[in-house]
């Protein structure tokens, strides 16, 4: 009997890693936050959820069940944080059943970051299975998610908007196995280091993936490794060879794509200056490696982009983004 048990849960922890586990409970100790709940002790809102937490170093849980959720949530609580999503599969984010959403841009708001649906200024924070959508659309800066911490990891989430979707302006971090969405500069920070790894990326219509706005020689990058860059479910009918890697919002603007597949029909440039009369090229790394797929056949790059080789690319890693002490604070699950 015993010998059958320890074969029984060999197999469950096999079908786990091939179809991922499920998280449809919420973990002891979690606060719950549930649309339409009257139970005492749960939340209707995520931000009512956060509001309840002490400002201390403790470390907490939140849990969202099923719905969408029409708010901006603003997190600072000092201590760690973590938020799970209900999800019947965590690998993925093509599971969620959470939703966070609203409908702001950076004009209304009075600042990019202000405009953010979820803003995340604070360190140690962790997001699984959630996805946090600015329903904006077209025609300003309207930010999904507004990201100021270090030591922040985005697992298996979904990030949609169209301009400046992800604000990656501040602090280490990490995102892996997630879906990002969007058109104009929709990955973009000034001081962020910050490393992208198995994510899908979806172009919602002309524009450029990255907007890096590093200003000095500091030791701030994006790093992108093993990534799929994909033309977006209902995407603008421009979007053939108007859109590129990145531009550079800053004139020190760090970018680097290793093992990237790309079907979004990209322009041949691949890399783009920042406009015509201010190119912002001077010291920018622009780099890529091992990129394929038919969205880069045919690449005519422009002189202030870089191929790297086999050896120069290893150079940039997880580690070359966010420190050596990654390990101690990424979910290595998700590693890619």
């Not at 929709?186 to 590093?214: D, H, P, S, W």
């Not at 597949?261 to 440039?269: G, K, L, M, R, Y």
Request: proline share 3%.
């Amino acid at each position: 009997m015993a010998r059958l048990l320890v074969y029984l849960a060999i197999c469950v922890s096999l079908l786990e890693v091939v179809y991922g586990a499920s998280r449809t409970t919420p973990p002891a100790g979690a606060k719950v936050v549930r649309a339409g709940t009257t139970t005492s002790g749960e939340f209707g809102t995520l931000s009512a959820a956060v509001s309840s937490l002490p400002n201390d170093s403790s470390s907490q849980v939140i849990f969202i069940f099923p719905g969408t959720y029409s708010e901006q949530v603003y997190i600072t609580r000092t201590g760690p944080l973590t938020i799970y999503g209900y999800t019947t599969d965590t690998t993925t984010y093509k599971s969620n059943q959470a939703t966070i959403q609203a409908g702001v841009d950076a004009t209304q708001a009075g600042s990019d970051d202000a405009s953010g649906t979820l803003r995340v200024h604070k360190n140690d924070f962790k997001m699984y299975n959630v996805n946090v959508k600015n329903t904006f659309g077209v025609g300003s800066q309207a930010i999904a998610l507004s990201q100021y911490g270090s030591r922040v990891g985005l697992y298996a989430c979904g990030f949609y908007g169209y301009q400046d979707t992800l604000y990656a302006n501040v602090g280490t971090q990490v995102y892996l196995r997630n879906y990002i969405e969007g058109a104009v500069d929709f990955i973009f920070g000034r001081q962020g280091l910050a490393y992208f790894g198995g994510n899908t990326i979806g172009v919602k219509g002309a524009g450029y993936v990255t907007a890096n706005g590093r200003e000095s020689n500091d030791s701030g990058s994006y790093v992108f490794n093993a990534n799929t860059i994909v033309t977006a479910s209902g995407a603008s009918s421009n979007v053939t060879a108007r859109t590129y890697f990145g531009r550079p919002w800053g004139n020190f603007a760090k970018v680097i794509f290793k093992n990237t597949v790309v079907t979004a029909p990209f322009n041949s440039a691949l890399w783009s200056q920042w406009n015509v009369g201010d190119p912002r090229t001077d010291n920018i790394l622009f780099a890529e490696f091992n990129s394929s797929g038919s969205g880069v056949s045919g690449a005519s790059r422009p002189s202030f982009a870089t191929v790297l080789s086999a050896s120069q690319a290893s150079a940039y890693s997880i580690s070359s983004a966010v420190g050596s002490d990654y390990t101690s604070w990424v979910d290595m699950s998700y590693f890619i």
